[in-house]
């Protein structure tokens, strides 16, 4: 018989976890997920469940990496909510299992893992996809996720200017004033986009919220929001023009309004530029659209789990 499972909480985890650990990690297993190889990444579409009556979701997002020796699934529930209501948008949990026998090793807190490996994955987009002299960026909202992208893309790169833009002026310039380094805060979307090199947009947002007409020819922007095949973030325009790379194709055409709706052809996983079988067209406009992924959640869990092991061995 197992042990009960370990629980690994929210401060532990964002103890535990560091970008400079995430970022090679997570782009070793986007080039494993590309492979599409059973033995390296096992990651069936994930199912959402609505939960119309509080205009939500819950997605199941199972994954295996038969290799590494890593089994998990993330349960997280997101939320329409109105501006300023106290209850949060997204909440996930982790469960990390031995693939061996089945039973349950940990039950994690999933929504630092959640805020650092989408940042972590839009910053390896940039990585790939950016321009090397690129020096301005542009996170549109204000939340946890734009917290996390603005940690991890100021650790990695060396941006001149960093700017952010939320629909109320009071939230950008509150974001200003709780991070750590220089940013500008903009109440209109357009001022703030225009001439940058790199767009992020962390809104929950179901309509566009940044045109083809803002953005400047060459940019890179990473649009992590809209994870419903009837949301938005980015106009057709800007969708049909741009070089598009996703995470997974299967999880793009199932769930991105950006890509079903717009029309969009889907040029390459981030996998694929990475394993070498597709170019990055940083001379072009591209865009990175981001959904998330189990195989994501199971690498970073294991991330956690080894240092967690580590630190009891050292009690
Ligand atoms: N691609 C991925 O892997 C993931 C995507 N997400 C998505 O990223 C987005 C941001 O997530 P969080 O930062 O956790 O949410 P949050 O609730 O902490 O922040 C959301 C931000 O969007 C702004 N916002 C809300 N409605 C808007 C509208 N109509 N127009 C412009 N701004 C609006 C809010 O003021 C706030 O600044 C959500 O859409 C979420 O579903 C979240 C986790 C993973
Ligand atoms: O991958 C995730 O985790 C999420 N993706 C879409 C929205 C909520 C969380």
Redesign the pocket.
């Known amino acids: 018989m197992s042990g009960p499972p370990v629980v690994i909480w929210a401060p532990a985890v964002k103890r535990l976890l560091r970008y400079s650990d995430l970022v090679p990690c997570l782009e070793e297993v986007l080039g494993q997920f590309s492979h599409r190889d059973n033995a390296e990444v096992l990651q069936p579409v994930r199912t959402a469940v609505p939960l119309r009556k509080h205009h939500g979701f819950m997605l199941s997002m199972p994954a295996y990496m038969e290799n590494r020796g890593v089994l998990s699934t993330k349960l997280v529930c997101?939320y329409r909510r109105e501006?300023g209501s106290p209850l949060p948008?997204?909440q996930a949990t982790l469960l990390l299992l031995d693939p061996r026998v089945g039973n349950v090793k940990a039950v994690m807190d999933g929504d630092v893992i959640?805020h650092m490996r989408?940042a972590a994955v839009s910053a390896i987009s940039a990585k790939l996809l950016m321009r090397p002299e690129a020096q301005v960026l542009t996170i549109f909202?204000?939340?946890?996720?734009?917290r996390s992208h603005y940690e991890v893309f100021t650790e990695m790169f060396a941006f001149k200017e960093v700017r952010v833009w939320?629909?109320t002026r009071q939230?950008a310039d509150a974001f200003c004033q709780s991070v750590p380094g220089p940013v500008k805060a903009f109440s209109s979307a357009e001022e703030a986009a225009r001439g940058a090199d790199v767009i992020v947009t962390?809104?929950?947002?179901t309509e566009p919220?940044l045109f083809r007409a803002w953005v400047k020819p060459g940019a890179h922007v990473s649009a992590?929001?809209?994870?419903r095949p009837d949301w938005r973030e980015l106009d057709d325009v800007l969708m049909k023009e741009a070089v598009v790379y996703v995470d997974s194709r299967e999880g793009a055409v199932a769930e991105s309004g950006d890509v079903v709706l717009s029309g969009a052809e889907v040029f390459a996983e981030l996998g694929d530029v990475i394993n070498g079988v597709k170019p990055a067209l940083r001379e072009k406009t591209t865009v990175f659209k981001?959904?998330?992924m189990g195989v994501q959640d199971a690498a970073s869990a294991q991330l956690v789990f080894q240092r967690w092991e580590t630190e009891a061995g050292q009690r």
């Open positions: 997101f501006e948008s997204t959640t989408t909202g204000t939340g946890h996720q734009a939320s629909r939230r962390v809104t929950r947002s919220v992590v929001g809209a994870c981001s959904l998330g």
